[in-house]
């Protein structure tokens, strides 16, 4: 069996028979009774039965008391917003759509487990992204890349599994208000080309409509070079046997699947195929898809994690981070509209710390989602606490200074909320990190990961805070409300942890915003030069006297690519964050940051004090002893040990290997192996 | 298919006419009609049908012109050794054993090939070494460890494969005088432990008896913990159970296979279990084994391959360098007459240059076998091209003070070849470098070290040089005999390259002895700092003053494990030959070494001009394009290719890190990225 995180309904909050009385009756009015108010409703009886032992009964007015779905003209709610209010004794949820009641539904049950709820409340909530998405990097043999959290529960065997998971996944994603899945892989190998083909096709469309009953359009990752193994033998866009080829497929696919949302793409990356293969552009790719798949109401998300990843490391103009803006910027304005663009938070790839990617701001004609990773390849593997939502909230407010309207919203959040341009659409995903692990997530305290993008993806303005506490509360329950030894609620402690290890991780890993010193292909523990000489663009380019890559306008020219005030920010050594420093320009260990201290003797204290504050958090960790959950309590503590581990590898290998770069001795005279 | 390396009778000698009166007949006398005179014989049948098209007759008296084996008396010949004479027109095999007529019929055989019998011709051999090994690192699902020729050709699919390749890999090492063959993975797993087990011991026996009839035992490699599966449920070797327990067994596995001539250990040693899990040490463990196999007159071959390869980088007192003599030296004079230490070449691992293990000299009263590596882990995975002739013979003469008389050898070579210590035997084993590649060495050059290795064991005097010539004219035969546009008699250039290629590749790799600069686990390749923060105790310990692990007296001491003049000379880094100063001592990139350059230069132009020696060595083969055989000339122009690319990026990498780390620049001014 598996546990059902932050909906788990046995798990009671302190003062649960508050509410009791909501869940006495169920009142719907002006709703078709589709399949998708079913489920609301059946989310009611579940969580009427967990909570309270008793069962809302349908009634046909509005009850004493109870819950009530009303149908709402409200235009301003648009199809996913919902109003939640109480009168009397009566919680009520207006909205327009059956998929927003489930939303709503989700939402005024977490208010209750919180105690949040009060006869006062009237809330009315929008989302700010179009589009909050989860992506699944699972294979069809059942592995998962970068997954660390057991194997897929999509497949199995080289065959797609549907189970009561599959529908407990989609409840999980649905109550944080995640409107979209895709469940393969961007690399699409093998068996997975299939999952378009009569081989797999009746068993997607199920698939398709267990998530549809959530209200969460499912999508697939495709194998952008499928025609050539077929009658056109060949992937060029503008070859009319080509763009014949896929508007059949699409047709054949949305007879048997018609509520498909549409296609994920990575093509020309990393060894998969591409228009570049035919002396075609990335908008020439992503257009001829998208023409296809229009009648069909479907969209494609097309990635634009497109670099050369042959590099010569001798090469010092060549640049990586250049890549994403060099090959799309240009082409701004020529997506279709059905096309949004995929951009990594980075320029890189899912650093603990990189600067948002120049693209934002950098297309101003082009749909575009964010894509952020919850999977934490190279932030701890889910062994290692990293709250993320405090990054993402950063890489969210990032100004990018796109135009000089004053009444457009140009930050991150701006231009995937459809802000910055009318008309424009797009959202967040994230690459998630989930599987079939007991807990879903490796470790317990990674499901905040998960909660909290679909939150922040939702709700853009939420304080990271403010999502970690209602998760440890909704996860912890009554538990969250004991006290440890030293007086401190357990919820409290839980909150403190997951806001300082974002910030714990970035102090004993790679410093500054260098990136990249992790060991090869795993991407877990050190390895200071592991990528120092290879083809992936990935470098420190440290020497006796400084490290950091020079992007400035004497260097690789990558900080130029940003607007205005960034660009001259970027450009300056002077001007640019501490925490970004060696990301953008190659710095002496003798130079001194903004905070007062050089760069060696940063490297020295962060590190030192990332591994102590570990150990800290793992102390702390067993203050929780008996007050909660044992399975949790010991899931996390083993966690912590590994953490303490890798960050003490972390501390005494960064630390050894600058000390032997520059020879300059710790101030603070600490051990240096 | 396969090719026939050396023994190929289809590829004539220039001259081949000249010695056809020698195949006409053969006569013998004195010799039972045993199995292995009818191997030899059937060899010059072969010979002499693919050399002349004709066959040797068998005759009862001496015959007018032929070959006569003739069973001598002479007890200076011992068991192997024996005499080749020409008299009148009949070339005379002297020898007491048929085994000794075996290879004195390969080495008639290659005199004649190689224009080197006269009438004058009378030589009188006896081996150097008693044992004269190779071992296979096969394991029972195909791949070899190590292996860089394709996968095994004893194993498939966990079974044993017996065929015709069995009896032409038995004729290959036969004819260079190898004795003793061990065909199993030293680390012994899964269906590997059950080949002393009824379940393969009938193959295993047929093996045994076709490496019988060219004179080979066949060895095994043993799984000490195997009682832990069985009644006495330990591996304690002085647990009478347990004691019992093998004898029963090696009772047992000798009345199935008779000839077997013993077992190889890898016991306490990266995972391999030992008598240590029992408090017991490594001479319990292989008296334990000498006793049980006694009776039947086998062998014991205990590895010296003994370290934590658990160490932590942090410690700079523990040396994996010290273990073997830690572990060994304490234990003279304790180990049974049938037990034989195998120790390598160096105290690490098989490195491009290591100082000779201390153990040689340390061990006064025991036997040992020299372990040297032809599979080029650590020098090119047999795409270098890397003859390790020459540093094998510089090995064997190493001086090893092991006592001060004057009267007994006490070089490697004399410890090994039983000349130090009157009674003692030993030998040289080889790690070897074939698979089931049709040329089964991967590289076709690479042959060259096989038959280098047998013949060295079998005459360690034998330059280095010789051999290579004797191997070039072998192989390509009439073909080495033309001459390159520049006018080079073709098997002169090869032999340039063979005897270029271990300076050559020792410049373009690890400088000064340092070895390690590795990819981890590959090993093909440069990782500078791969190894550095890792658990197997092998590090560079460089930093922006100089790099270099401190072995004397101030340092880990390992200096002081050598005797008399040695120990002085390794102690003192002015004593220090400079091909082992950084293996000995922590060096200042601005010291001076004996050839007048700084360490910091010797790095730098020891790497142009090694990998400019490359691109020569790759520029000069095509040369022999269109005189010698194609399928050859192919396999090898493609492996100089792989090897350009590889020097390329060890010198630029090597010169890069070691720039980066100092900031010296080159006195030449060459380009480092």
Same mark, same amino acid.
């Given at each position: 069996?598996?546990?059902?995180?932050?909906?788990?309904?046995?798990?009671?909050?302190?003062?649960?028979?508050?509410?009791?009385?909501?869940?006495?009756?169920?009142? #719907?009015?002006?709703?078709?009774?589709?399949?998708?108010?079913?489920?609301?409703?059946?989310?009611?009886?579940?969580?009427?039965?967990? +909570?309270?032992?008793?069962?809302?009964?349908?009634?046909?007015? #509005?009850?004493?008391?109870?819950?009530?779905?009303?149908? &709402?003209?409200?235009?301003?709610?648009?199809?996913?917003?919902?109003?939640?209010?109480?009168?009397?004794?009566?919680?009520?949820?207006?909205?327009?759509?059956?998929?927003?009641?489930?939303?709503?539904?989700?939402? +005024?049950?977490?208010?209750?487990?919180?105690?949040?709820?009060?006869?006062?409340?009237?809330?009315?909530?929008?989302?700010?992204?179009?589009?909050?998405?989860?992506?699944?990097?699972?294979?069809?043999?059942?592995?998962?890349?970068?997954?660390?959290?057991?194997?897929?529960?999509?497949?199995?065997?080289?065959?797609?599994?549907?189970?009561?998971?599959?529908?407990?996944?989609?409840?999980?994603?649905?109550?944080?208000?995640?409107?979209?899945?895709?469940?393969?892989?961007?690399?699409?190998?093998?068996?997975?080309?299939?999952?378009?083909?009569?081989?797999?096709?009746?068993?997607?469309?199920?698939?398709?409509?267990?998530?549809?009953?959530?209200?969460?359009?499912?999508?697939?990752? +495709?194998?952008?070079?499928?025609?050539?193994?077929?009658?056109?033998?060949?992937?060029?866009?503008?070859?009319?046997?080509?763009?014949?080829?896929?508007?059949?497929?699409?047709?054949?696919?949305?007879?048997?699947?018609?509520?498909?949302?549409?296609? +994920?793409?990575?093509?020309? &990356?990393?060894?998969?195929?591409?228009?570049?293969?035919?002396?075609?552009?990335?908008?020439?790719?992503?257009?001829?898809?998208?023409?296809?798949?229009?009648?069909?109401?479907?969209?494609?998300?097309?990635?634009?994690?497109?670099?050369?990843?042959?590099?010569?490391?001798?090469?010092?103009?060549?640049?990586?981070?250049?890549?994403?803006?060099?090959?799309? &910027?240009?082409?701004?304005?020529?997506?279709?509209?059905?096309?949004?663009?995929?951009?990594?938070?980075?320029?890189?790839?899912?650093?603990?710390?990189?600067? #948002? &990617?120049?693209?934002?701001?950098?297309?101003?004609?082009?749909?575009?989602?964010?894509?952020?990773?919850?999977?934490?390849?190279?932030?701890?593997?889910?062994?290692? *606490?990293?709250?993320?939502?405090?990054?993402?909230?950063?890489?969210?407010?990032?100004?990018?200074?796109?135009?000089?309207?004053?009444?457009?919203?140009?930050?991150?959040?701006?231009?995937? @909320?459809?802000?910055?341009?009318?008309?424009?659409?797009?959202?967040?995903?994230?690459?998630?990190?989930?599987?079939?692990?007991?807990?879903?997530?490796?470790?317990?305290?990674?499901?905040?990961?998960?909660?909290?993008?679909?939150?922040?993806?939702?709700?853009?303005?939420?304080?990271?805070?403010?999502?970690?506490?209602?998760?440890?509360?909704?996860?912890?329950?009554?538990?969250? $409300?004991?006290?440890?030894?030293? @007086?401190?609620?357990?919820?409290?402690? !839980?909150?403190?942890?997951?806001?300082?290890?974002?910030?714990?991780?970035?102090?004993?890993?790679?410093?500054?915003?260098?990136?990249?010193?992790?060991?090869?292909?795993?991407?877990?523990?050190?390895? #200071? $030069?592991?990528?120092?000489?290879?083809?992936?663009?990935?470098?420190?380019?440290?020497?006796?006297?400084?490290?950091?890559?020079?992007?400035?306008?004497?260097?690789?020219?990558?900080? *130029?690519?940003?607007?205005?005030?960034?660009?001259?920010?970027?450009?300056?050594?002077?001007?640019?964050?501490?925490?970004?420093?060696?990301?953008?320009?190659?710095?002496?260990?003798?130079?001194?940051?903004?905070? @007062?201290?050089?760069? !060696?003797?940063?490297?020295?204290?962060?590190?030192?004090?990332?591994?102590?504050?570990?150990?800290?958090?793992?102390?702390?960790?067993?203050? *929780?002893?008996?007050?909660?959950?044992?399975?949790?309590?010991?899931?996390?503590?083993?966690?912590?040990?590994?953490?303490?581990?890798?960050?003490?590898?972390?501390?005494?290998?960064?630390?050894?290997?600058?000390?032997?770069?520059?020879?300059?001795?710790?101030?603070? @005279?600490?051990? !240096?192996?």
């Amino acid at each position: 069996m598996w546990t059902q995180c932050w909906i788990d309904y046995s798990n009671l909050p302190k003062n649960s028979q508050a509410y009791a009385g909501y869940f006495s009756a169920l009142y #719907v009015d002006g709703f078709k009774k589709d399949e998708v108010i079913s489920t609301a409703y059946g989310e009611l009886k579940k969580a009427a039965e967990g +909570l309270y032992g008793c069962t809302p009964e349908v009634e046909l007015e #509005v009850p004493e008391s109870g819950i009530a779905f009303i149908r &709402s003209e409200d235009e301003s709610l648009g199809k996913e917003g919902y109003r939640i209010h109480v009168k009397d004794n009566v919680a009520f949820i207006e909205a327009a759509t059956s998929a927003a009641v489930i939303y709503a539904t989700f939402r +005024l049950l977490a208010l209750i487990r919180t105690s949040a709820l009060t006869p006062d409340t009237d809330i009315t909530e929008v989302p700010d992204n179009p589009i909050r998405m989860l992506d699944h990097w699972d294979n069809m043999d059942g592995s998962i890349e970068r997954g660390y959290s057991g194997n897929s529960f999509f497949f199995e065997d080289n065959d797609l599994v549907i189970n009561e998971r599959t529908t407990d996944y989609a409840r999980l994603i649905a109550s944080v208000g995640i409107n979209a899945v895709a469940i393969n892989n961007v690399n699409v190998k093998d068996a997975a080309t299939d999952l378009v083909n009569d081989r797999f096709i009746a068993k997607v469309s199920r698939l398709t409509e267990i998530f549809a009953c959530y209200g969460i359009k499912m999508f697939l990752s +495709l194998n952008y070079a499928m025609p050539i193994e077929y009658e056109p033998a060949s992937a060029d866009p503008l070859d009319p046997a080509v763009r014949e080829w896929w508007k059949h497929k699409m047709d054949e696919i949305y007879r048997a699947v018609p509520g498909l949302g549409g296609f +994920l793409v990575k093509a020309d &990356s990393e060894g998969r195929p591409g228009p570049f293969t035919y002396g075609r552009n990335q908008a020439d790719g992503a257009n001829m898809l998208a023409e296809a798949i229009k009648p069909h109401g479907g969209i494609i998300i097309w990635r634009c994690f497109v670099y050369n990843c042959q590099q010569d490391w001798r090469d010092l103009k060549t640049d990586r981070a250049r890549a994403g803006y060099d090959y799309f &910027s240009s082409l701004d304005g020529e997506f279709a509209d059905n096309v949004i663009l995929q951009i990594k938070n980075g320029p890189m790839d899912f650093q603990p710390r990189e600067p #948002v &990617s120049p693209l934002f701001g950098g297309l101003r004609k082009t749909n575009q989602i964010l894509e952020v990773q919850i999977a934490q390849e190279y932030t701890g593997h889910q062994i290692d *606490l990293c709250y993320l939502i405090p990054w993402f909230k950063q890489i969210l407010a990032f100004e990018t200074y796109m135009n000089n309207d004053p009444e457009s919203d140009t930050t991150v959040a701006g231009i995937i @909320g459809g802000r910055a341009r009318k008309g424009s659409t797009g959202g967040m995903v994230a690459v998630t990190n989930t599987g079939n692990d007991e807990n879903w997530t490796g470790n317990d305290l990674a499901a905040a990961n998960l909660y909290g993008f679909g939150r922040l993806a939702w709700d853009t303005s939420l304080a990271a805070e403010d999502i970690a506490r209602e998760w440890t509360s909704l996860t912890y329950a009554g538990d969250a $409300e004991k006290q440890t030894a030293d @007086g401190e609620r357990a919820g409290d402690l !839980i909150l403190r942890l997951l806001m300082g290890s974002w910030p714990t991780y970035e102090k004993y890993t790679a410093p500054l915003g260098i990136g990249w010193m992790v060991k090869v292909h795993d991407h877990y523990g050190p390895s #200071v $030069e592991g990528y120092e000489y290879d083809r992936w663009g990935t470098y420190i380019r440290a020497d006796w006297e400084g490290l950091g890559v020079e992007r400035g306008p004497e260097g690789t020219g990558f900080a *130029l690519q940003y607007n205005g005030p960034n660009k001259e920010m970027f450009s300056d050594i002077e001007k640019t964050p501490d925490e970004l420093i060696l990301f953008f320009h190659k710095t002496k260990y003798t130079h001194v940051l903004h905070s @007062g201290k050089t760069v !060696i003797q940063h490297i020295y204290d962060t590190h030192f004090e990332g591994y102590d504050e570990v150990l800290k958090m793992q102390k702390d960790w067993q203050k *929780l002893k008996g007050l909660i959950d044992e399975r949790s309590f010991a899931n996390v503590s083993e966690r912590f040990e590994r953490q303490a581990a890798n960050a003490r590898e972390w501390c005494d290998i960064v630390n050894s290997y600058f000390h032997r770069r520059c020879g300059i001795d710790d101030e603070k @005279g600490r051990t !240096i192996y």
